[in-house]
């Protein structure tokens, strides 16, 4: 088992009640109010299973090496385009466990998910094989960019409805978790409780590998804030239907929606 090297936060436990006005204040202001929390929680998203590299971009904060820490932060550009689709496997995940859909197939799987994806989707990079890959990459830390990935899409939607004056690329997964990382942290642990736990009518393992999934610290200070289920539509059903073992659908994907209320 793995626990990530990270510090709780300091103070009351931490509940998030009024994202609006936190996200926005944060994002307006570019602060980094808890660098502790949030370096690493980065390090952690980008760089999984690299230690060296994980540890560069906390040393290069600590000292303020404006030098690697920009290096570094060009690789997360592609990155975040791999973190949205690690999102889009969790929630799918999420949504047909919750939503009780294919019991009578052995319940939801991560290759169900990325069937489903492949099959609907419209961007590219999104066929099977790829998203498989991407998904062995990221996967013991996939409740973190899942997390960072859906909060970064509801204050993009807030954003669009009530302008906060900021440009769409200020909005991004990895500002979020730097700017936020209480927050990514508690949508997270919502995230990891699920990933970990069997469900009941499912003849798979569970979504996450208890033995290698970065874990976030037990007090780490914060309260877990829950997600919605999302509705499955008939016509992704039907893909689901139809699907058989070594046929998991073309590339295609279906988008991701806003995940706190």
């Given amino acids: 088992m793995r626990t990530m090297r990270i510090g709780g936060f300091l103070g009351h436990r931490i ?3 009024r994202l609006v006005s936190l996200a926005k204040g944060r994002l307006l202001n570019d602060i980094v109010v808890w660098p502790g929390q949030a370096v690493p929680l980065v390090g952690y998203m980008a760089w999984p299973n690299d230690d060296a590299t994980r540890s560069r971009w906390i040393n290069a904060h600590r000292y303020r090496d404006g030098t690697v820490t ?5 690789e997360l550009k592609i990155k975040q385009q791999h973190w949205a689709r690690v999102a889009d496997i969790v929630h799918l ?3 047909l466990a919750l939503g009780g859909h294919q019991k009578r197939r052995g319940g939801t799987s991560v290759g169900k998910a990325i069937s489903l994806i492949a099959t609907t989707a419209k961007s590219k990079g999104t066929g099977t094989s790829r998203l498989w890959e991407i998904w062995k990459t990221h996967k013991d830390v996939a409740h973190l960019v899942t997390a ?16 906060y004056g900021l440009r769409l690329t200020q909005f991004q997964p990895y500002r979020i978790a730097m700017l936020l990382p209480e927050v990514v942290l508690s ?3 919502t995230i990891q409780d699920y990933g970990l736990q069997h469900i009941p009518y499912a003849r798979t393992e569970p979504l996450f590998d208890p033995e290698t999934l970065w874990r976030i610290p037990s ?6 804030v829950a997600l919605p289920v999302r509705r499955i539509t008939t016509a992704h059903i039907a893909v689901l239907n139809a699907r058989r073992a070594g046929n998991r659908g073309k590339a295609k994907r279906r988008d991701t929606t806003p995940v706190l209320g």
């Fill in 15 to 17: 509940e998030i009640k």
């Fill in 70 to 74: 920009s290096a570094l932060a060009l």
């Fill in 219 to 224: 007090d780490i200070n914060v309260a877990p």
């Fill in 93 to 95: 995940h999420y949504d």
């Fill in 187 to 189: 949508v997270a642990m």
């Fill in 148 to 163: 960072a990935v859906l909060i970064s899409a509801d204050v993009q939607t807030r954003h669009r409805k009530s302008p």
